[in-house]
Structure formats: C-alpha cells, structure tokens
C-alpha cells in the first residue's frame, strides 16, 4: 500500500457541508492501489460505558485521474458533528488512517487521533443562487456586439465590421444595440446576460474606469440600461456586470488628484504608491494591473476606498437590480474586501450572484464567505486541449475533468462558470483550426456538464479571431454570413439542456475512455433521470460496446426523437467521425 499517496484535510474540496444537514467526505489514494475503503465515525460526545463506537461506512470511488483514485461519501450525523477515520484495505494490507497518522486496529480510547468536522454551523455553508444552476449565460462585449444608436459613436468609431479590431479601434456598439438584439438572445435559449464593463472609461473595453457611477456615454445612458434590464428581466434573463475593482483608470478623479497635488493629496492612500512624484516610464512607480500604468491599483484595504467600492457594488443593484457581479481580477484584491462585498451585496439582493474572475485554482475564494462561482478557465483548457488540438487522448481528457470536479466540493461544481473562451482567449473556431464537428462537441459537452455555461457573443454563429484583440471583432447579424449549422446546434442543445435536469443538473460520471478509439462515454444522473452521452473525438466511425446494462430499458435517441427497447444484454453503437449519440434512459 503506498501511504504516501494517501490524503485527506478536513474543510475544503476534501471534508464540507453539502447542505444544512449533510457532509460530504473525500479522500485520496493512490490509483488502482486500494480495494475498499471504510469511513469509520462518531459523535465525539457518544460514549456508551466508557467505550467510543464506531459506524463504519463503505465508501465509493468517485472517480480517478492520472495518478489517484478519489472516494467519496455522504453523511448526515444526528448531531451536526463527527470525528472519523478512514479503514482502506489494499491486496495484501488493511490499516486505519487518522489525522495522527496510521494503525492496525481503529483506536477507541480516545476521540483525538482522530480527523475532526467540529460542527456544521448552517451559516458557514455554502450556498450559490439556485437560479444559477439553470441559467445559460451570454457573454457580451458591448463595443462590439450591436450598434443601435450612432447618435452616441465615438468621434473615430469605424463602420461596422469594416475592419478587423486593433486594442484601440472603436465600432460603436452600445446599450440600444442589445436591446435591439434580444430577440437573438430569446431564440438561442440562454437567460443570463454578462456585460464585460459598461462604465464611463476611455478604452473600448471600458476596464480603466474614470467613472463607477455613470454608464460610458458612447454605450448609452442609465435610462437605457434600465430599460435593457427591465426588459430582460420581461424575458426571463438576468443580468451580470463586470466590476473592475482591482484597479481604476488612469482619469479616475482621485487619481487625477493624486498627480495634480502628489503628496498632499486627500487621495495618496487611495493607491499603492511607492515614492512621489508619480511617474509611468520605464515602469509606473505606483502598483498596477500588470505594468498598465493607466490601470493603477486600489487599495481595498484602505476603508475609505472600501466604502466606495462598496457603494458601488450596491448601487448598480439597487436601483437597477442586477443580479450579478463578475470580479475583475478577482483574486489580486484583498480576501477581507471581498467578505465585506459578500455580505453588503448579498444584504440587499441574497440571491446575487457572485463570480470571480480566477484563472487558477481558487479553493480559498470558494469557501461560502466569498464568490458563489469562478470562471472555470481549468475546465476550458482541458475540454480545448482534447477536443480542439488533440493533445491529449480521451483518458486523460477524463483524468483532467475527474480533477476539475474533485478541487471543489459538489455544491460549487453545481454553480461554476464553464466557459470554452472568452474576450481574453482565442475564439473556439479559430482555436479549433476552423473544424465545425470539434466546435460541435465542444459545445455538447460544455452544455451537458454541470454548472452554468457561458457562451461566448458570436461563437454560435462561427465567428472567428485570436488572441485579444482579434476575438473582439464585430458581431455578424447579416444571417447570409453566420454558420447557421452552429447556431441551430447549440440552440438545440440549449433546448435540451432546458427539458431535461439531468442534462444540466446532476453527477457526471465518465464510464468509459479510450485512447485508441479516442472515444468518450459519460452519463449525467439527475434524480430519477439519467443521460447517456457518447462522443466519438477522432477522425474515424467507431463501433463500441455501451459500457452499461440496459437489457430491458428503452432509450430515447434525444437528438433525433427515435424510441427504442434495448433488448440484448449488450449494446453496440456506431458513432460516425466526430459525431456523438445521446440517449435517456428510461
Ligand atoms: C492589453 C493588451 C494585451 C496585453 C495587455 C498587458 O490588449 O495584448 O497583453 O494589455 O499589457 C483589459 C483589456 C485588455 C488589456 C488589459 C490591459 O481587456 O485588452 O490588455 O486590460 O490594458 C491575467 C489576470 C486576469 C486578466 C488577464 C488578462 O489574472 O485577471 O490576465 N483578465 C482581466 C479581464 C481583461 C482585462 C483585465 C483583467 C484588466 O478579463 O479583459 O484586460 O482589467 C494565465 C495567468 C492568468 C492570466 C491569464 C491570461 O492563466 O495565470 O493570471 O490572467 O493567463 O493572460
């Protein structure tokens, strides 16, 4: 047995509070070492004539990646605590694993050796917006999405998509544009809405804010944006804005203070200056995002700065009543403002949702005090690397997501933000060399996984561009020039994604990935709902063998309606080049 693989922490992805009443418990080993594992637990108050007793529960593998297995269960304990160990039993060795390390027998004479969940306090659970589970997001980048009012261009706005995007050209898309655009919105399916920043600020992406509390003049006014939410909420659409608070533009009036009055000014605190005067070459003298010296760094620490930025956060939902906040930078501001934010947003709407923008592991942001979700970029490589580029084989595709799913705990998984590109990453057609039957997959398999997808402006359609800026070019309304094929695929998944809870909802569980075949075969369970997906990521037909026993069931083909008995004890399927069969199970 290799104890050195062996792990298990108590809070976190590995011990949490599933629900007000239930714990869920993880561990880790090394894979294909273990047999069975046994959670051995206990109140820690339950002694019965001097002698603690054990429950002991058998746990069930969860799933494995490249170098662990993961097991996994689900405890309600009557008293909302419990110490516990572990019992794992290898070919040739059974040992009891405890927070003091391990031992032959479970030790009963005293409740220390043992790994500890003190109490489930209901308010330390997590707990993201229901509505969020259901929701398909949208994500727009305003300047480029629609121009409905020319009135308000800017001075050098350029025609319509008359050129490719520079990181300074302007289009003049705006507020009126989306409005005038629902309907496109309506018809796909999606019923969430992410606006990259719309405040006034100088740049075309609008993340060097000048000023928090208006609206960008050449995006429109707040009148619009209030008729734009009013309207969306009409259709069922929530709302999400960016808030860029790690930073602010360089015309930011406290900043503009602070280089007009330098050390005298009421503002220097503000900032993270390092000597005055300011200066921004070779390298601004203040902090910044990056080294953008018109991006200069907050000091969210500083209250002054905290109750501004708060009020902010506040405002927008108050009198305008988004339901939403993207964090800009999310993880390079303070862990103690956003607590604050948490509980200032969540005061006056509880059911705000709260999505941090994190590129990396974000464990420490995900635990109840702070985000409700964050853009699961680990999950975007991952499905780009085996379905866009082929890097990887359909195992270790497996492998990856199995790893995604087991660095959080279950209720954060049912809110993440799954995203297959965004205005920060190469478009999904252009990363997928132009392939529409990988463009395809992807996005089955974005739709069909748990969380909230977020959709990309223009990748339904097959729009194309790299690296920022090139993925911002001009959305294509005209229909003769969108790929009509995509659209009616993702909105058909869209549908399905809507009637069916398990396709949205639920637990993933791949049953079987092959490397040689480069097939992938997984199943969403939902209640009494379950959902079978099969891919096939290479460039052959393949004949497989439906990893499940279906003798007796029938099986609806979902994309083309056919119903039919699965009579055989096994069922072989024939998925053509990059194609794929969906079924439900009944
Ligand atoms: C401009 C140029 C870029 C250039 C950059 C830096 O266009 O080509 O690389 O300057 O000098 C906004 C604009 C950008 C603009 C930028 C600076 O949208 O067009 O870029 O301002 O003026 C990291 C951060 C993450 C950040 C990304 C971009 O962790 O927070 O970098 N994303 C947000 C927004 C951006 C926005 C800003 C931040 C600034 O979503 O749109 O940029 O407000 C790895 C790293 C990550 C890294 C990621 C991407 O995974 O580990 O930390 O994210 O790659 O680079």
Known sequence: MFKEAIYHRPKDNFAYAYDEKTLHIRLRTKKDDIKTVYLLYADPYEWKDGVWKLNREPMAKSGADDLFDYWFIEVIPPYRRIRY????????????????????????????????????NKIDVFHAPEWVKDTVWYQIFPERFANGNPDINPEEALPWASEDPTSTSFFGGDLEGIIQHLDHLVDLGVNGIYLTPIFHAPSNHKYDTTNYFEIDPHFGDKQTFKKLVDLCHEKGIRVMLDAVFNHCGYYFSPFQDVLKNGEASKYKDWFHIHEFPLQTTPRPNYDTFAFVAQMPKLNTENPEVKKYLLDVATYWIREFDI????????????????????????????????????????????????????????????????????????????????????????????????????????????????????????FLFQLSFTGSPCIYYGDEIGMTGGQDPGCRKCMIWEEEKQNRDILEHVKKLIALRKAHPAFRRGKITFMDASDESNHLIYTKTYLDETILVMINNSSKEIDVTVPLSLKGKWLVNLWTKERFAVESETLRAIIPPYGFLLYQVQ
């Open 85 to 120: 160990g572990f019992e794992l039993t290898s070919e040739n060795e059974k040992i009891v694993y405890t927070e003091k390390g391990f031992y032959h027998e479970a030790p009963t004479d005293d409740t220390a050796y043992y790994f500890c969940f003190p109490f489930l």
């Open 323 to 442: 339901d939403g906040w993207r964090l800009d930078v999310a993880n390079e501001i303070d862990h103690q403002f956003w607590r604050e934010f948490r509980q200032a947003v969540k005061s006056i709407k509880p059911d705000v949702y709260i999505l941090g923008e994190i590129w990396h592991d974000a464990m420490p942001w995900l635990r109840g005090d702070q985000f409700d979700a964050v853009m699961n970029y680990p999950f975007t490589n991952g499905a780009i690397r085996f379905f866009a580029k082929n890097e990887i084989g359909a195992k270790q595709f497996a492998n990856i997501m199995t790893n995604v799913l087991h660095s959080y705990p279950e209720n954060v998984n049912e809110a993440a933000f799954n995203l297959l590109g965004s205005h920060d990453t190469p478009r999904i057609l252009t990363v997928c060399d132009n392939d529409v039957r990988k463009v395809k997959l992807l």
